[in-house]
C-alpha cells in the first residue's frame, strides 16, 4: 500500500488541530480487530490478556490534563470491566495510518479530548462487552440475553457458569462487532464519573523517563539548535571553525533558516553554538517592534467595509439613535506558551529506511506528517512514540516546526539517533504566540438606559492564517480572533462585530483558550455598562441572558458559591465575569486586594462549570486550578515585547512565572447540568482576567483596559 | 577524571569541571528525572540534593560538587518510595509532571529540616515553578505529611 502525503490529505489532517474540527469518525465499522492483529486484541481500542488484564489504546495526548485516564473510565465503564486491571497505552501512529486511520483523530486540543471521541470510545466498550458476552454464551450455547456481567466475569445464572473476560477474549475477537450498541445512562456509572487515580502519575513522581527530553538511545547524539532571532529570517553565513574544534562537537547541520550544533552530550552542544559566528538575512523584518504592531492594528481599526463576524438588526443606526454612548478600547500583548519542557524531538534515519520520530505532540498525525514530508518517507516507513508532554497548551499542536528540524538534523547523520531539544531561550523566542489586539467596543443605550446596541471592531493577526487557512471562513473571518463578540450571550436586540485582520511578522498560534482576550474586553466593558447604569454587574448580566440560558445556571452558581453580595474582609473586593467556550459554560467571581503600594493579590478564585457531564471530577478541579495560574502570569507580568523585529524576553528573569505564594484559593463548582458535553482543558481561564480586572476597578477605582498589570499603577488615586 | 558521589554510588565522569551537573546527570550518567527547564537557577526542575541542600543543578558546576553527597530523583528512596512521592500520589499533584521531580526534592528537603512547615515556610522554601497550577496541591501535600506520624528511614 502507498501512503505518501498528499497535500490534500495534509489540510484534511491538520484540519482536526486546535478547537473545532473533528473529523468524522464512526464506530463500529472501522473497529474490527487488524487480521493478523494478536489474539487479545477484541477491537481496535482493546486488548484483554488471558490473566484478565485489560489494556486500553488511547488516541488523543496527555499533558497533564488527563485524558489519558479518562478516556480509559469511558471504555472501562462501558466494557464492564474491573477498573483494577485496567492499564493505558497510547496508540501506535504507524499502525492509525496502516489501518486507515482507526483511532479517528488524535489531534489534543481545544478541551476535546473526551468531549470529541466520548462518543466512540464508549460504543468501543460497549461493542467489545457483546462480544465478550456473545463468546460465553456461545461456548455455553445459552442465549447471550441470559448472561450477565460483573466486573469482567460473565455469568450465567440458570446454570451457574463463570468465564472470565481473559478466558473468552481470543473467541471474542474473532466474532463480528455488533451492529448497535446501546450506551449507558451517565446516571448508572460505576467508573465513569469518578475521581479516580491518573495512570499517569506514579512514573511522573518517580523520575522515569516519560517525556520527549528523557529519551535515551544507544549512540545517541544531542542537537541544540538557533534559528534567526528575527522571525522569517535566514542563514545568510556562518563561521563554524571555534565551534568545530569545541570538544565533543560532531556535526554543524546548517538549513535554510536554522543552525544546529549536534555533539555527544546537550551542554557541550550548547555550548559551541553560542561560539558560532552566524551572519542572518533578516528578510526586511529587522525594523518591527512594538511601535509598528501597534500601528498596523490601529489601521484595522480604522478601516471601513470590515468583514462583519455578526451582523443583527442595525448597530450603527442604533449607535446614532442612542439616548448615550459609552465607548472603550482594550488590548493585549503577544504571549509565548513557555511549556515548562522545551520544545524537542528525538529522530533516527535506520540504515533500512525507517524513520522513528521520539516527541511531545499535541497531534501524532501532524507530527507524522511532518517526518514524512521532512525525510521524503511514506507514512509506512515512519513512526511516531508519542511521549507524555511536559506542558502543551496549544503549542505543541499546529507548527510542528521542532520534528521537521528534528528529522533533518538526522537526514544529516544517517543512521545515528539524534535528540533535538531548545535552549529556554530558543523557546522563548520561537513561539507561536497568542496574538497581540486591539480592540473597540461601542454601546449605545436608550432613555431608560437599556443596552440597545453594540458594535466591535476587532483587530487582530490570525491564527489560522498561519496554521490552518483552509479554516478561515468564506468572508476570510478567524473565529477565534472574533468569538466571545461573534457569539456573545447577551441578549443585545442590536450587534454588529468587524474583523480587521492584521498579520504582523510574527508567529501566532493557539494559546490556551485562543481568542480569551475578547472574554477579557467584553466582560469588562459590561462592568463599564453596569456600573454607568447603576446595576449590579450580576443582576445585570442575568438581565441579559435569556431564560434557560445556560450562562444564568453558572452566573447564579458562582454568585451563591462565592457568597456575591455577603461583606468582604477590609480591604478585599470582587469582581465577576463569565464565558462560554469549549463546549462549556463557566462563570467566575474573583476576589482581589492591593496593597499600598499598587501591588496586586489575587486571593481567592471561585469558578461555576457546566460541562453536561463529568467523567473525573478531580482532573476537572485541577483544570481549574491549572486555568487559574496559567492565566494568572498573564494578568500580572507577563507579555512578549518585540523590538527590532525579535521578541524581547529571553527567559523566566523576564517572563515570569507565578510562584506558589502568589497561587490563590481555588474552589471549583461542578454543576453539570446533562446533554451535552463540554471540555475542562480551557474553560476556566476565559472568565478569569475579567474577574480580575474587575475586582481591581472596585478596589482601586481605575479601569484596567491593558495587560498585564505591571503595566499599571495600581495606587489608589 | 572526576568522581562524583550520586546516590550512594561513585561514579568517574571524564567531563569538562566547568559542567553543570545537570548536563552530567542527564547526558552521562542516564539519570533523566532531573529536568532542564530554564538553565538560570530560576525554575527548580532541575532540583537535587547535595549534603542534604536542596540546589539548582543546572547552575552548578561539576567542580562545585566533587567529593559531596549528590541523590537525585531516582535515589531520593532506595527501596519503596519515599513519603513525599506517596503523598503526591495519594493527592494527585503533578499535571504534566515535568517541574514534579524537582518539586518533589524541594519538598523532601523542607520537610527534613522542618518537619511541620508553615504556609510562610512552604512559600519561602518551594520556590520551584510550575506552569501547570500544582501548587494548591503541593501545599496540602505538605500539610499532610506535616501531620502524618513518620515511619522508618525512609518513609
Known amino acids: 500500500m502507498s501512503m505518501n502525503v498528499s497535500r490534500r490529505e495534509f489540510l484534511k489532517v491538520s484540519a482536526a488541530l486546535g478547537g473545532g474540527f473533528a473529523l468524522e469518525f464512526s464506530f463500529p465499522a472501522a473497529s474490527m480487530a487488524l487480521p493478523g492483529a494478536p489474539v487479545q486484541e477484541v477491537n481496535a481500542w482493546i486488548v484483554i490478556h488471558p490473566d484478565d488484564r485489560v489494556v486500553i489504546r488511547i488516541a488523543r495526548s496527555e499533558m497533564g490534563q488527563g485524558t489519558y485516564t479518562a478516556l480509559a473510565q469511558l471504555v472501562a465503564e462501558e466494557l464492564d470491566c474491573d477498573w483494577a486491571k485496567v492499564s493505558a497505552e497510547f496508540a501506535s501512529p504507524n499502525e492509525h495510518f496502516r489501518r486507515n486511520r482507526i483511532w479517528g483523530s488524535m489531534s489534543t486540543g481545544g478541551s476535546m479530548g473526551v468531549r470529541s471521541s466520548q462518543d466512540y470510545v464508549r460504543k468501543a466498550g460497549a461493542s467489545a462487552r457483546a462480544m465478550l458476552v456473545a463468546a460465553a454464551a456461545a461456548q455455553w450455547k445459552v442465549p447471550a440475553a441470559e448472561c ?73 547524539l544531542h542537537a541544540s539548535i538557533a534559528q534567526c532571532p528575527v522571525f522569517g529570517g535566514k542563514v545568510k553565513s556562518i563561521d563554524a571553525s571555534a565551534a568545530q574544534a569545541m570538544r565533543g562537537v560532531k556535526k554543524i547541520v546548517r538549513e535554510e533558516n536554522f543552525v544546529a550544533v549536534v555533539a555527544d552530550s546537550w551542554w557541550r552542544a550548547n555550548e559551541a553554538l553560542k561560539k558560532l559566528n552566524i551572519v542572518w538575512d533578516v528578510a526586511g523584518n529587522g525594523d518591527a517592534s512594538d511601535v509598528t504592531i501597534a500601528a498596523m492594528l490601529r489601521d484595522g481599526l480604522a478601516q471601513a467595509n470590515l468583514p462583519q463576524a455578526r451582523n443583527i438588526g442595525d448597530a450603527p443606526a442604533a449607535l446614532a439613535a442612542a439616548a448615550k454612548v459609552i465607548e472603550a478600547e482594550y488590548q493585549s500583548p503577544y504571549l509565548n506558551h513557555a511549556t515548562p519542557e522545551p520544545q524537542t524531538c528525538t529522530a533516527w534515519l535506520k540504515p533500512e529506511g525507517f524513520l522513528d520520530v521520539w516527541t511531545s505532540t499535541q497531534n501524532a498525525e501532524a507530527s507524522m506528517i511532518a517526518a514524512a514530508e521532512t525525510a521524503g518517507l511514506p507514512l509506512e516507513k515512519v513512526e511516531v512514540h508519542k511521549m507524555m508532554l511536559g506542558g502543551g497548551f496549544g503549542r505543541r499542536g499546529g507548527p510542528q516546526d521542532f520534528v521537521k528540524q528534528g528529522v533533518a538534523i538526522a537526514k544529516a547523520l544517517p543512521g545515528v539517533p539524534v535528540k533535538l531539544m531548545w535552549s529556554r531561550e530558543e523557546d522563548m523566542q520561537h513561539g507561536f504566540y497568542r496574538p497581540a489586539s486591539l480592540v473597540r467596543m461601542k454601546a449605545g443605550v436608550d432613555a431608560e438606559g437599556k443596552l440597545v446596541a453594540m458594535h466591535t471592531t476587532v483587530a487582530c493577526p490570525s491564527i489560522l492564517k498561519v496554521l490552518m487557512p483552509e479554516a478561515l471562513n468564506k468572508q476570510g473571518i478567524d473565529f477565534t480572533a472574533v468569538r466571545y463578540f461573534s457569539d456573545m450571550p447577551y441578549t443585545v436586540p442590536h450587534q454588529q462585530v468587524d474583523y480587521a485582520m492584521r498579520n504582523g511578522h510574527v508567529p501566532v498560534g493557539f494559546w490556551r483558550a485562543p481568542g480569551q482576550q475578547n472574554a477579557f474586553y467584553r466582560e469588562c466593558f459590561i462592568d463599564e455598562l453596569a456600573l454607568a447604569a447603576g446595576k449590579d454587574p450580576v443582576d445585570y448580566r442575568l438581565a441579559l441572558l435569556k431564560a ?31 464565558a462560554d467556550g469549549f463546549g462549556s459554560y463557566t462563570a467566575m467571581v474573583a476576589e482581589v486586594s492591593v496593597s499600598a503600594a499598587g501591588e496586586p493579590v489575587v486571593r481567592r478564585i471561585v469558578v461555576a462549570i457546566d460541562s453536561g457531564h463529568v467523567v473525573n471530577p478531580d482532573t476537572c478541579r485541577a483544570q481549574a486550578e491549572s486555568n487559574v495560574v496559567f492565566g494568572l502570569g498573564s494578568i500580572l507580568y507577563q507579555e512578549n515585547k518585540v523590538k527590532n523585529g525579535r521578541i524581547v524576553e529571553e527567559n523566566f528573569n523576564d517572563f515570569r512565572l507565578p510562584q506558589i505564594a502568589e497561587m490563590p484559593k481555588v474552589e471549583t463548582v461542578l454543576v453539570p447540568t446533562g446533554g451535552f458535553w463540554g471540555g475542562h482543558g480551557e474553560p476556566a481561564i476565559q472568565p478569569l482576567a475579567p474577574a480580575v480586572c474587575n475586582a481591581l476597578f472596585s478596589a482601586t477605582g481605575k479601569r484596567i483596559r491593558s495587560l498585564p498589570l505591571s503595566r499599571h499603577d495600581l495606587r489608589r488615586a | 577524571m572526576l568522581t562524583l558521589n550520586v546516590n550512594g554510588r561513585k561514579h568517574k565522569v571524564d567531563v569538562e569541571p566547568e559542567m553543570p551537573l545537570l548536563w552530567v546527570l542527564r547526558d552521562h550518567l542516564n539519570l533523566s528525572g532531573t529536568k532542564y527547564g530554564c538553565g538560570i537557577a530560576l525554575c527548580g526542575a532541575c532540583t537535587v540534593h547535595v549534603d542534604g541542600e536542596p540546589m539548582r543543578s543546572c547552575s552548578l558546576p561539576l567542580s562545585a560538587v566533587v567529593g559531596k553527597a549528590i541523590v537525585t530523583i531516582e535515589g531520593l528512596s532506595q527501596r519503596h518510595l519515599h513519603r513525599v512521592q506517596r503523598a503526591w500520589i495519594e493527592h494527585e499533584v503533578p499535571q504534566c509532571g515535568y517541574c514534579q521531580t524537582g518539586m518533589i526534592m524541594s519538598a523532601a528537603a523542607l520537610l527534613a529540616k522542618k518537619p511541620k512547615p508553615t504556609d510562610a515556610d512552604i512559600d519561602e522554601s518551594m520556590s520551584n515553578l510550575c506552569r501547570c497550577g500544582t501548587y494548591p496541591r503541593v501545599r496540602a501535600a505538605i500539610h499532610a505529611l506535616a501531620d502524618a506520624p513518620v515511619v522508618g528511614k525512609n518513609s
Not at chain 1, 457458569?161 to 450506551?183: F, N, T
Not at chain 1, 495512570?199 to 538511545?217: E, H, N, Q, S
Not at chain 1, 453558572?554 to 480591604?571: I, N, T, Y
Open chain 1, 148 to 220: 450477565t456481567v460483573d466486573k469482567g466475569i460473565i455469568a450465567h445464572a440458570a446454570s451457574a457458569r463463570k468465564l472470565r473476560y481473559g478466558q473468552v477474549a481470543a473467541a471474542a475477537a474473532r466474532l463480528a462487532p455488533p451492529q448497535e450498541v446501546k450506551l449507558r445512562d451517565p446516571k448508572d456509572w460505576k467508573i465513569a464519573g469518578k475521581p479516580v487515580h491518573r495512570f499517569d502519575i506514579p512514573d511522573k513522581v518517580r523520575g522515569k523517563p516519560v517525556f520527549a527530553t528523557d529519551v535515551a538511545l544507544p549512540g545517541m
Open chain 1, 548 to 578: 434557560g440560558d445556560k450562562n444564568r445556571l453558572v452566573l447564579e452558581a458562582v454568585a451563591k458559591a462565592a457568597g456575591w453580595g455577603s461583606a468582604l474582609p477590609s480591604g478585599v473586593y470582587r469582581g465577576v465575569a463569565l
